[in-house]
């Protein structure tokens, strides 16, 4: 397994930007695809954006599509997510997490480790 360190996290206005960050470490970064999902008080925990071992294919839910996109750095050992245009409903705990599937997956039980979360709340 890999282990996931998340940042970037905080709080802004509606309308404003953030850029998360997720370091991971170990040697085999590149062997994982990658993904981040949120989780809002009271409710599940949803997918936002993945992306495929080399990063060359990208997936992300429709409520962040256009506004949020995933990348990777596998000489840094590193995925962010930046997120633009935010809304009061982007409010949620995210999470970076990765798999050692080959195809891009949404579901967050084919995810093998899990960072700590970093909160993000949007005000108005």
């Known amino acids: 397994q890999v282990q996931l360190v998340e940042s970037g996290g905080g709080l802004v206005q509606v309308g404003g930007s953030l850029r998360l960050s997720c370091a991971a470490s170990?040697?085999?970064?590149?062997?994982?695809?990658m993904g981040w999902f949120r989780q809002a008080p009271g409710k599940e925990r949803e997918f936002v954006a993945a992306?495929?071992?080399?990063?060359?294919?990208?997936t992300y839910a429709d409520s962040v599509k256009g506004r949020f996109t995933i990348s990777r750095d596998n000489a840094k050992n590193t995925v962010s997510l930046q997120m633009n245009s935010l809304k009061s409903e982007d409010t949620a705990v995210y999470y970076c997490?990765?798999?050692?599937?080959?195809?891009?997956?949404?579901?967050?039980?084919?995810?093998?480790?899990w960072g700590q979360g970093t909160q993000v709340t949007v005000s108005s």
């Open positions: 170990g040697r085999n970064f590149r062997t994982y695809a």
């Open positions: 992306i495929s071992r080399s990063g060359s294919s990208t």
């Open positions: 997490a990765a798999n050692s599937h080959i195809v891009v997956v949404t579901i967050p039980s084919e995810y093998d480790s």
